[in-house]
T-cell receptor, first 111, second 114 residues
């Protein structure tokens, strides 16, 4: 069974704090994507990581793909209320067309 | 910026009725997908479509479901006889190629089966 486990499921912090969200699996993925989803809307892609150990930065967001391509993390520096949302990771495997999804981390940044 | 569009945004139907959910993928994309998300649950893969045929489908995608690309722009998901448990958000996605090419998602159709 290919599962992606995200942690924490829910995180509420103050504006200005740093946070890290994790996406873990026992399976190897050829690529992993991070999405953000607002209520009642479709997931919006933030980043795709492909190479083991890869680090990508998107302003205050830093994404890392584990060396073994089984896990990934999303680190937000100096979180802002605008970062509030549901963050989803989704993995793809070479042999499949489908994306395997995590359950998401619901993030609330309080002003 | 090109985007995937879906219609309708919300569909309410009676149990046992047929529904067709419509999607217009990004124009130069070759791979098309349907996912669903039951309220409060994970996004789940339903089916992928390439070169006018299904390339992969999940266990959820049983004989009640079908997909079609009736013309050069639309991609549809048909549910023949809806059940209460079909109530969910249905997302269409498209990509230019296979992994690691990005799948771009539409805004979804909320299907409510009464």
């Amino acid at each position: 069974t290919q599962l992606l486990e995200q942690s924490p499921q829910f995180l509420s912090i103050q504006e200005g704090e740093n946070l890290t969200v994790y996406c873990n699996s026992s399976s190897v993925f050829s690529s992993l994507q991070w999405y953000r989803q607002e209520p009642g809307e479709g997931p919006v892609l933030l980043v795709t990581v492909v190479t083991g150990g890869e680090v990508k930065k998107l302003k205050r967001l830093t994404f890392q793909f584990g060396d073994a391509r089984k896990d990934s993390s999303l680190h937000i520096t100096a979180a802002q209320p605008g970062d509030t949302g549901l963050y989803l990771c989704a993995g793809a495997k070479d042999s499949n067309y489908q994306l395997i999804w995590g359950a998401g981390t619901k993030l609330i940044i309080k002003p | 910026e090109p985007e995937v569009t879906q219609t309708p945004s919300h569909q309410v139907t009676q149990m046992g009725q047929e529904v067709i959910l419509r999607c217009v993928p990004i124009s130069n994309h070759l791979y098309f997908y349907w996912y669903r998300q039951i309220l409060g649950q994970k996004v789940e893969f339903l089916v992928s479509f390439y070169n006018n045929e299904i390339s992969e489908k999940s266990e959820i995608f049983d004989d009640q479901f079908s997909v079609e690309r009736p013309d050069g722009s639309n991609f549809t998901l048909k549910i023949r006889s809806t059940k209460l448990e079909d109530s969910a958000m249905y997302f269409c996605a498209s990509s230019a190629g296979l992994v690691p090419d990005t799948q771009y998602f539409g805004p979804g159709t909320r299907l409510t089966v009464l």
